[in-house]
């Protein structure tokens, strides 16, 4: 017995570490903009294959870190590692899905969902079958030669999604995706990201100022301190995922994360 426990032992540890490989990680990141100190020493890892909010009072850095992920802007000291390499510039690695949408307006639902691929050159029979896959997985089957003016914000965001999941990247940027629509388009689209997180195996970075969104979605919340930003707590919300908007509500455990981060931000806005 004494032998065979430690090796089961060493096999367990051993399946928990590669559960928990980073698919990105923040090491020691600076922001300066001029005289502002946006980000100080901020460190952080994002589990591949997992989703992280950053949650944090208006102002703290939480669009400058993912823009530094995201490789749009440079850190003043520190780095960004994506699958184990530094990053200083956008890759094909990671794919942004920006809350203004930022779709062409003269193209439509599948030339704009097709554009990255469009960019790297794929032939037009092949970037088409991989676009109308994604827009149909977002929930828009049948609008693939719609304009964007013809759809409504909530459409115009799982465009903007289909097309950051269409370049395949491995690590997707979501900068406050569903700010912009009602709150009932809202939780179809929570429950349809989630389900993108269960079956893509990709690893989602997600600012919001929602803390009730980042408990139902998230396996792992950032709370950042105000500027000069670091991260001050983490926080692991589970079990939440397969409840119904009503039942979640009422739930005990879910009322009680949802205050503890507020008792940590409210200390912020006061
Ligand atoms: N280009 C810039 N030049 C100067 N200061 C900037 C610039 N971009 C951001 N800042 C400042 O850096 C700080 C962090 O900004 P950032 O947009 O990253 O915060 P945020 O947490 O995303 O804010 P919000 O929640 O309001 O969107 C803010 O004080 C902001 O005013």
């Not at 540890?13 to 990141?29: C, F, H, K, P, Y």
């Not at 097309?163 to 990247?169: P, Q």
């Not at 983490?234 to 205050?259: H, Q």
Request: charged letters at 25%; hydrophobic letters at 40%; a neutral charge.
């Amino acid at each position: 017995m004494s032998v065979v426990m430690p090796q089961i032992k060493e096999a367990v540890m051993q399946l928990d570490v590669s559960g928990t490989e980073n698919a990105v990680v923040a090491r020691n990141v600076s922001k300066n903009y001029g005289k502002v100190e946006a980000l100080k020493n901020m460190s952080l890892e994002f589990p591949r294959g997992q989703l992280t909010s950053l949650l944090g009072p208006s102002g703290c850095g939480k669009t400058t870190l993912l823009k530094i992920i995201g490789g749009l802007l440079q850190p003043t000291s520190g780095e960004i590692e994506v699958n184990g390499k530094p990053v200083n510039a956008p890759g094909p690695d990671r794919a942004f899905v920006f809350q203004d949408f930022a779709l062409m307006p003269w193209a439509n639902v599948i030339r704009n969902v097709a554009f990255g691929l469009e960019l790297r050159g794929v032939a037009k029979s092949e970037r088409e079958a991989i676009a109308e896959k994604y827009i149909a997985d977002v929930g828009l089957k049948g609008f693939e030669k719609s304009y964007p003016h013809e759809l409504s914000g909530g459409m115009r965001q799982r465009v903007g999604l289909a097309r950051a999941l269409s370049v395949d990247a491995d690590v997707l940027l979501m900068d406050e995706p569903f700010s912009a629509v009602d709150e009932q388009t809202r939780r179809k689209f929570q429950e349809d990201l989630l389900r993108l997180v269960q079956n893509e195996n990709k690893t989602f970075i997600f600012v919001t100022h929602s803390i009730e969104e980042a408990v139902y979605v998230s396996d792992q919340i950032a709370i950042l301190l105000p500027r000069p930003s670091r991260v001050s707590e983490i926080i692991r919300p589970t079990g939440f995922r397969s409840m119904d908007a009503d039942t979640i509500r009422r739930n005990p455990e879910y009322l009680d994360i949802v205050d503890r981060i507020w008792a940590s931000l409210r200390s912020y806005v006061e």
